[in-house]
């Protein structure tokens, strides 16, 4: 690619790592259109509406979060991000009273939640930046006048200078294949956990005083009262679960069918509370790509940046696991194609 002043960048994905890499890059300047498969942003910050009809015939609807649970902030600058968002009220603070008998908190005693729902992070980032959901992009094509980004055959805007993928690695490996077969094979190498996730309603008034568990044994990591999480909607006499599965029960049972799925968690939250649970509506989503099985799965850099090409990547497999790597790895990459921008604009 020849140096020049970069102006169109397309990004792909809009969880914590697109709409962070997003949000910079439009920040300084550069016309910016994020793509996502889904219907909004957030990806694994998620947050899922549910719908029912309860006993009376009544419609009932709630929101939980069957997605990160939170974020912890360990190192800068992505410390100073959190305080910001906690200043502007888009994060709030949750010190969960953990259950007798969990395994402890890994290095924190306090998440940080963002409210009123998971995906509040990313549309805050992705304020005033061109956005296209529900496209699944399956081809990037590079002419002499830019990038192409296609989905099912059809080009979506463009061309671009520049195109960022800020996918799961196994997303993002046949985007890479014929541009970059290097970074391609170490994406379709990453080995990510898989994660089984229960969410459920149930009318219950008998809570138990906790609002998480880390069970020791059993087929559940996590357990989780949603509505104990700060700026979620509570309704009397019902609690609101989200439990997920440790990552070796949800391998061995990957491709069994949601409906055996949902009646295993629901039996082993039943085990963990030490009672039957009165459910009222429950069903079960799966993350096939969770979290990366270690803190960094690729060689190199915390992103990868390709300057001839004008491709960038960055998530949490190259970051480090969680919403904090995703964050980290996107700001690397922003900082290092500004810098890149900045000396081509010098050249120029
Ligand atoms: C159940 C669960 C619990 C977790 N708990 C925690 C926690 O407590 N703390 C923590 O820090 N982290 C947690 N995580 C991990 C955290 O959510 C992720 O590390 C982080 O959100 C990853 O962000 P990302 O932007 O890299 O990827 P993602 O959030 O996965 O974003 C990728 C986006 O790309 C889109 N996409 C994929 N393919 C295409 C395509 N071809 N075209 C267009 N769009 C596409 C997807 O729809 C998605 O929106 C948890 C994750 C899960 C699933």
């Known amino acids: 690619m020849a140096l020049k002043e970069l102006q169109r960048v397309a990004v792909i994905g809009a969880g914590i790592a697109g709409s962070a890499c997003?949000?910079?890059?439009?920040?300084?300047?550069?016309?910016?259109?994020?793509?996502?498969?889904?219907?909004?942003?957030g990806g694994r910050?998620?947050?899922?509406?549910?719908?029912?009809?309860?006993?009376?015939?009544e419609p009932c609807?709630?929101?939980?979060?069957?997605?990160?649970?939170?974020?912890?902030?360990?190192?800068?600058?992505?410390?100073?991000?959190?305080?910001?968002?906690?200043?502007?009220?888009?994060?709030a603070e949750w010190r969960p009273v953990?259950?007798?008998?969990?395994?402890?908190?890994?290095?924190?005693a306090e998440f940080h939640?963002?409210?009123p729902d998971s995906p509040e992070l990313c549309r805050r980032l992705l304020a005033g930046v061109a956005t296209r959901w529900s496209c699944v992009i399956d081809n990037l094509q590079w002419t002499t006048s830019g990038w192409q980004v296609e989905a099912a055959g059809q080009r979506q805007g463009g061309p671009f200078d520049a195109v960022v993928l800020a996918l799961p690695p196994a997303q993002a490996a046949p985007l890479l294949v014929t541009h970059r077969s290097d970074w391609a094979r170490h994406a379709s190498l990453a080995p990510m956990q898989p994660c089984w996730t229960l969410m459920g309603v149930a009318a219950d008034d008998a809570v138990p005083a906790w609002e998480l568990?880390?069970?020791?044994?059993?087929?559940?990591?996590?357990v989780m009262r949603n509505d104990a999480r700060p700026g979620r909607a509570r309704a009397p006499g019902q609690a609101h679960w989200v439990?997920?599965?440790?990552?070796?029960?949800?391998?061995?049972h990957l491709e069994q069918p949601p409906e055996w799925v949902l009646q295993q968690l629901q039996a082993a939250l039943s085990d963990t509370l030490g009672r039957p649970v009165a459910w009222l509506h429950g069903t079960v989503h799966r993350w096939r790509y969770a979290l990366p099985q270690a803190r960094r799965t690729a060689p190199g850099e915390s992103f990868w940046w390709d300057a001839a090409q004008g491709l960038g990547v960055c998530g949490d497999?190259?970051?480090?696991?969680?919403?904090?790597?995703?964050?980290?790895?996107?700001?690397?990459?922003?900082?290092?194609?500004?810098?890149?921008?900045?000396?081509?604009?010098?050249?120029?």
């Open 317 to 348: 497999f190259l970051g480090g696991a969680g919403v904090e790597g995703a964050w980290l790895s996107a700001h690397s990459l922003s900082t290092a194609m500004l810098r890149w921008l900045g000396d081509a604009a010098r050249a120029a």
């Open 22 to 41: 997003a949000h910079a890059l439009a920040q300084a300047g550069h016309a910016v259109q994020v793509f996502d498969k889904a219907r909004g942003p």
């Open 213 to 222: 568990a880390r069970p020791p044994a059993g087929p559940l990591a996590w």
């Open 45 to 57: 910050l998620a947050t899922r509406r549910m719908a029912w009809v309860d006993s009376a015939g």
């Open 98 to 108: 953990l259950a007798a008998g969990s395994l402890p908190l890994d290095g924190a």
């Open 243 to 252: 439990a997920h599965a440790r990552a070796g029960w949800s391998r061995q």
């Open 61 to 91: 609807t709630t929101w939980l979060d069957h997605g990160a649970l939170g974020m912890t902030a360990h190192v800068e600058p992505f410390g100073a991000f959190v305080d910001k968002g906690l200043q502007a009220g888009w994060l």
């Open 113 to 115: 939640v963002p409210v």
